[in-house]
């Protein structure tokens, strides 16, 4: 997918806290705000945000209207294994995007 | 003499009654202080919460509340035995109370999450943190917020 953006280290020592960084393109429409008809536009947001490491949960975060658009998140993990980590964001509009990354854990 | 007075008077408390009535319909879609008291009372129930280890850091002067970079970064050992559970966040103002839950564990290492959010006015933004021995603690921040977030043009 080309609207997902994330910053992660391709290798690591064991044991090392490493950043990860994403940035995904949505509009995060709150439902609160009225279009030109004048009518309110409804709500459009993504609700969840969930990190694995090689299928392990290693974050969560649940999103509310006041996320900016295009929502950025960063976090930390501690580097135990080589292997996957996939994001994945689901919201409204059975909106649903994965992204994976590898990473060389020495 | 007393004639003039007594319209003056009039004028005013009309005046003072369309204010009221043209505010009402925008107030009652905000979040007060008091909802957001409310929500964070949801998530600590009684519990004490204490103002410190939690470090809340936005800009003061927010010139454009549609993107406004927040980071919530805790002084924790992020062990086994004592680790950072969850993030909240909660704000006066937006529409609504919440800005964000983040659940963490001993896998991150390090308790310390970015974000940008967008802020609707002026106002104070609470984060409170949920440790695993079930403490509690809490920072807030005032904000300045020159352009509000929803009041831009839709195309």
Redesign the interface.
């Known amino acids: 997918m080309t609207n997902v953006l994330i910053n992660a280290p391709k290798t690591a020592k064991k044991g090392e ?1 490493v950043e990860f960084k994403t940035l995904i393109l949505h509009p ?1 429409e ?1 439902g ?5 008809n004048g009518r309110t ?1 409804p709500r459009n947001i993504i609700e969840r945000f969930v990190a694995t ?1 090689n299928g ?14 295009n ?8 580097a ?1 294994e080589s292997g996957k980590i996939t994001f994945r964001w689901t919201g409204d509009e059975g909106f649903a995007v994965e992204e994976s990354v590898t990473i060389a854990v020495a | 003499m007393k004639r003039a007075s007594v319209t003056r008077l009039d004028r005013r408390t009309f005046l003072a009654g369309t204010a009221v009535v043209s505010v009402l319909p925008l107030s009652a ?1 905000r979040a007060t202080p008091e909802a957001m008291a409310a929500a964070i009372r949801e998530v600590v129930g009684g519990k004490t919460i204490r103002e410190e280890r939690v470090t809340l850091d936005l800009p003061p002067l927010i010139e454009n509340g ?3 970079p927040l980071t919530v970064s805790v002084d924790s050992p992020m062990t086994e035995a004592d680790y950072v559970k969850a993030i909240h966040v909660f ?1 006066e103002k ?3 109370p ?22 609707g006015d002026s106002q104070k933004l609470v984060a409170i943190v949920e440790t695993s021995k079930g403490e509690f603690f809490s920072a807030s921040a005032d904000v300045i917020v020159t352009l509000a ?2 009041l831009e043009d ?1 195309i």
């Open positions: 806290v995060m709150t609160f705000r009225a279009g030109t536009i490491w392990k949960e290693i974050f969560r975060m649940e999103f509310s209207p006041a996320i900016a658009a929502p950025f998140v960063s976090f930390f993990a501690v135990g | 879609a549609s993107t406004v704000n937006n529409p609504q919440h800005v964000f839950d983040a659940r963490l564990s001993p896998l991150n290492g390090k308790a310390a999450i970015s974000t940008r959010i967008k802020l977030a929803c839709i």
